[in-house]
């Protein structure tokens, strides 16, 4: 009896044991070893001065005949139109995007319903390549009949050079961050495991940098391009060796 | 005695379960490992395609009121149907001719100080028309109001066919894309293996934005007509790579 029982005890002692440094074994990875990785975001941006502009140029006219309505605003819009080609404008640059026929109800003073009227809209989205002429260009067309006017954006035409520009910055933000991360912890970079990149872009304060947007003369209407910013992440994975 | 004999089972069962326990816990600290995981670059590429419009599509509707809901229907009839007849005139196909909408309904009439004065009947006729003869598109809409149309909306351009453009788009972007994966590769210092998967996206076409001024021109109108500009679209295509990287 006061035998076995010591056996025992030994026995199953050393079986606890075994379990306790099974685990420790296995992760070190003794026959098929487990892939130690490093997985960082780098990010790259490149401000870009926009070199076009788009925005919405509107006719409203209203009359109690449509007939009128619609006269008066061909004549504006025709207006509009061709101060956009002596501008420099071309057909590709402008599509109309409403070309509106409503009526609408007449209110008196007590708001008793009088007679209809009718609402005719004519409005085209155009596309403005020299950034200079951009305020002498709205100045224009409210002076031609324009007087419905609207969402401004600026945009680059082609960002190919800053969106390469964003991959490099990107992937050497990536790769600085992998290796201080490896530094610190005390492990070396092995090779490049995944690479995967997403790009965006987003307008920028107008406050800011070189500032060479298109600034109009004083007697036109002032606009500011401000800056695009293009933006690239890049996802990295390395080996840990 | 008795007591030895429960003892010593209860002591086996530990040993048993603690063999086990290590046992998993080997065999499942080996299977982290695996088959050495692929290394890979992934990029997403972007083609742009520039599109003349050849199509646009409208709204066009007649709006009548009156007291009497028959005076207002024979009203619209007469101006619905001259309509429709200037449309067959400028050469718009019964195919491309719709109703989208005939409406009859009444409206209350107050007077100044809120009372009701009676009721108006309104009636309206739209058809919703394909015109494929850009050029003449100012034309029509001016045409039309003069015969009755007097409300109008939903302008639209489109392009009939866009295979072609589609199918050039979706070269730019898988040439976008592997221009992409070279840059990364060269800097990293790896080295571009095989493709291993290809995904395609078409984004639905956008007005205009035109990044590079080629193709035809817009149907622009002379002095009389409402001017219409048919600008351009863009049919943009997203291509998802993924490369082997050694």
């Known amino acids: 009896m006061k035998k076995i029982t010591p056996i025992l005890l030994i026995l199953v002692i050393a079986s606890l044991a075994l379990t306790a440094c099974a685990a420790p074994s296995a992760a070190s990875g003794v026959n098929t070893p487990a892939q130690r990785q490093l997985t960082v975001t780098g990010n790259g941006k490149v401000n870009v001065a926009p070199d076009v502009a788009y925005i919405n140029i509107g006719v409203h006219t209203e009359a109690a005949s449509v007939g009128e309505a619609l006269a008066n605003n061909t004549r504006q819009s025709q207006q509009v139109s061709d101060a956009l080609k002596v501008l420099g404008l071309t057909d590709q640059d402008i599509q109309t995007t409403a070309f509106n026929v409503y009526p609408q109800q007449n209110y008196g003073p007590q708001g008793e319903m009088l007679d209809i009227k009718y609402v005719v809209d004519n409005s085209v989205y155009v596309s403005v390549h020299d950034l200079t002429k951009l305020g002498q260009i709205l100045d224009t067309v409210v002076k031609s009949g324009a007087n419905n006017i609207n969402g401004i954006t600026f945009d680059i035409s082609d960002r190919s050079a800053a969106l390469s520009a964003a991959r490099k910055a990107a992937v050497e933000d990536a790769q600085t961050q992998a290796q201080e991360l490896a530094d610190s912890a005390g492990a070396k970079l092995g090779e490049v495991q995944y690479i995967n990149v997403s790009s965006y872009t987003q307008p920028y304060g107008t406050y800011s940098l070189k500032g060479d947007g298109g600034m109009a003369a004083s007697s036109n209407v002032p606009v500011s391009a401000g800056q695009i910013q293009v933006v690239v992440d890049v996802n990295l994975t390395y080996l840990l060796k | 005695m008795k007591h030895k004999n429960y003892l010593i089972p209860g002591f086996v069962l530990v040993m048993l379960v603690s063999l086990v326990i290590s046992a998993s816990s080997l065999k499942g600290g080996g299977?982290?490992?695996?088959?050495?995981?692929?290394?890979?670059?992934?990029?997403?590429?972007?083609?742009?395609?520039?599109?003349?419009?050849?199509?646009?599509?409208?709204?066009?509707?007649?709006?009548?009121?009156?007291?009497?809901?028959?005076?207002?229907?024979?009203?619209?009839?007469?101006?619905?149907?001259?309509?429709?007849?200037?449309?067959?005139?400028?050469?718009?196909?019964?195919?491309?001719?719709?109703?989208?909408?005939?409406?009859?309904?009444?409206?209350?009439?107050?007077?100044?100080?809120?009372?009701?004065?009676?009721?108006?009947?309104?009636?309206?006729?739209?058809?919703?028309?394909?015109?494929?003869?850009?050029?003449?598109?100012?034309?029509?809409?001016?045409?039309?109001?003069?015969?009755?149309?007097?409300?109008?909306?939903?302008?639209?351009?489109?392009?009939?066919?866009?295979?072609?453009?589609?199918?050039?788009?979706?070269?730019?972007?898988?040439?976008?894309?592997?221009?992409?994966?070279?840059?990364?590769?060269?800097?990293?210092?790896?080295?571009?293996?095989?493709?291993?998967?290809?995904?395609?996206?078409?984004?639905?076409?956008?007005?205009?934005?035109?990044?590079?001024?080629?193709?035809?021109?817009?149907?622009?109108?002379?002095?009389?007509?409402?001017?219409?500009?048919?600008?351009?679209?863009?049919?943009?295509?997203?291509?998802?790579?993924?490369?082997?990287?050694?």
């Open chain 2, 31 to 246: 299977g982290g490992g695996g088959p050495a995981a692929q290394r890979t670059i992934s990029v997403n590429g972007i083609g742009k395609v520039t599109m003349t419009p050849d199509i646009a599509t409208i709204n066009i509707g007649v709006h009548t009121e009156n007291e009497d809901v028959a005076a207002a229907l024979s009203d619209n009839n007469v101006k619905a149907q001259a309509v429709r007849d200037s449309l067959t005139a400028f050469g718009i196909l019964p195919a491309d001719i719709q109703t989208a909408n005939f409406s009859v309904y009444q409206n209350q009439v107050y007077g100044p100080q809120g009372e009701m004065l009676g009721i108006k009947y309104i009636v309206d006729n739209t058809v919703y028309i394909t015109v494929r003869d850009l050029a003449k598109m100012g034309e029509v809409l001016t045409t039309l109001v003069g015969n009755g149309a007097n409300n109008i909306y939903g302008i639209t351009f489109d392009v009939a066919n866009r295979s072609a453009a589609l199918k050039e788009a979706r070269k730019a972007a898988v040439a976008d894309a592997k221009a992409q994966a070279d840059e990364l590769a060269a800097i990293t210092g790896v080295t571009l293996g095989e493709i291993i998967s290809i995904n395609t996206n078409t984004a639905s076409t956008q007005p205009m934005y035109s990044d590079f001024g080629y193709g035809g021109g817009g149907g622009m109108m002379a002095a009389a007509p409402v001017p219409v500009s048919s600008g351009q679209l863009i049919v943009t295509v997203d291509a998802y790579l993924s490369y082997e990287i050694h």
